[in-house]
């Protein structure tokens, strides 16, 4: 779990350092892509059905990143 959680915080760091004002956005929506590709990795690779609460949750994570993605600045 350790070096999961260090390669996400090097993420993160590596993402300021973006010259953009948005790197902070990109990262929300990095979140909602994530936990989608999470799912697809449940279902391909350990051949688990994802629930409908789970296909629901991501749902609403796709759709919370792609309103942070596309609202107007």
Same mark, same amino acid.
Request: charged fraction near 10%.
């Given at each position: 779990?350790?070096?999961?959680?260090?390669?996400?915080?090097a993420?993160?760091?590596?993402?300021?350092? @973006?010259?953009?004002?948005?790197?902070?956005?990109?990262?929300?929506?990095?979140?909602?892509?994530? @936990?989608?590709?999470?799912?697809?990795?449940?279902?391909?690779?350990?051949?688990?059905?994802?629930?409908?609460?789970?296909?629901?949750?991501?749902?609403?994570?796709l759709?919370?990143?792609?309103? @942070? @993605?596309?609202?107007?600045?």
């Amino acid at each position: 779990m350790l070096p999961g959680l260090a390669s996400l915080a090097a993420f993160a760091c590596l993402l300021t350092l @973006i010259d953009s004002a948005a790197a902070g956005r990109a990262y929300a929506a990095y979140g909602g892509v994530y @936990i989608v590709a999470s799912l697809a990795w449940l279902r391909l690779v350990e051949h688990v059905q994802p629930g409908r609460w789970d296909l629901a949750g991501a749902a609403v994570c796709l759709l919370g990143a792609m309103i @942070i @993605i596309a609202a107007p600045q």
